[in-house]
C-alpha cells in the first residue's frame, strides 16, 4: 500500500498520463515484476484500458502525453515513450519523441516490450492455444514442468504473472514460480 500512497503524494491524486483524478489506479510497467515507485505509474481507467489493450487507442485522448512527457519521474515518461511509438504513424507524436530525453537505461527498459519495433519486426510469442502473448500477461502452466538445474517442479495449474518474453525465441518466456525465476517454453502454458 505504501507505493500507491506514495504515487499519489507524487501525481497530486492526478493520472500521471491524463491528469483527470478520477478512477485512479496503480499500474506497474511491464516487464518488472514487483511494485516499486521507480517502475509504476498512476493512471485512469482510460488510460489503462487502452495501455493494456481492452479498447482500442484513442489518439485523441493520447495529446496528453504533450504535457506529460515533461515529467520529473522517469516511470512516466517510459510510459510518454511506450505510448508515442504505438501512436507514431498517427504524424504529431513523431515531433514529440523527438523532443524526448531518456537516459540509455530508461531507454532500455522502455524498449523492451518492443514498442518501437514493426510488426513485421518482432518476435511473436503464442501460447499452447495460439493466443498472443505479451510483456507481463499471466499464464497457467498446461503440465508440471522440471526446473533445470534445482530440485524444483513447477506443478500444473500454476500460475505465472507477469511474464517477460525472450526478444530473440519464439518458445521461450520467463516468471517466477515459487519466487524462482525460470525460462518457460511457451508450448507449456495458456494464458489467464
Known amino acids: ?11 497530486n491524486n492526478t493520472c500521471e498520463l491524463c491528469g483527470t483524478k478520477e478512477n485512479l489506479k496503480q499500474y506497474t510497467i511491464p516487464p518488472s515484476l514487483n511494485e516499486n515507485v521507480d517502475r509504476d505509474v498512476l493512471v485512469c481507467q482510460i488510460c489503462l484500458d487502452q495501455i493494456e489493450g481492452h479498447t482500442p487507442m484513442n489518439p485523441n485522448h493520447w ?16 510510459m510518454v515513450w511506450r ?12 515531433d514529440l519523441l523527438d523532443m524526448m530525453y531518456l537516459d540509455d537505461a530508461s531507454l532500455t527498459f522502455a524498449r523492451a516490450t518492443e514498442d518501437d519495433k514493426e510488426p513485421s519486426e518482432k518476435v511473436i510469442h503464442k501460447d499452447a492455444n495460439g493466443v498472443t ?10 503440465k508440471d514442468l522440471k526446473v533445470k538445474g ?20 519464439e518458445d521461450y ?20
Open 1 to 11: 500500500m505504501r507505493v500507491l500512497a506514495t504515487l499519489r503524494e507524487r501525481s
Open 63 to 78: 495529446r496528453c502525453l504533450n504535457d506529460s512527457m515533461w515529467s520529473e519521474h522517469v516511470p512516466v515518461k517510459i
Open 83 to 94: 505510448l508515442l511509438q504505438r501512436l507514431r504513424q498517427e504524424g504529431w507524436p513523431k
Open 133 to 142: 502473448l505479451k510483456v507481463g500477461d499471466s499464464v497457467v502452466l498446461l
Open 150 to 169: 534445482s530440485s524444483m517442479v513447477a506443478k500444473q495449474g500454476t500460475v505465472v504473472r507477469n511474464i517477460r518474453l525472450d526478444p530473440d525465441n
Open 173 to 192: 518466456i520467463e516468471g517466477k514460480v515459487g519466487g524462482q525465476q525460470i525460462v518457460i517454453i511457451t508450448d507449456y502454458v495458456k494464458k489467464t
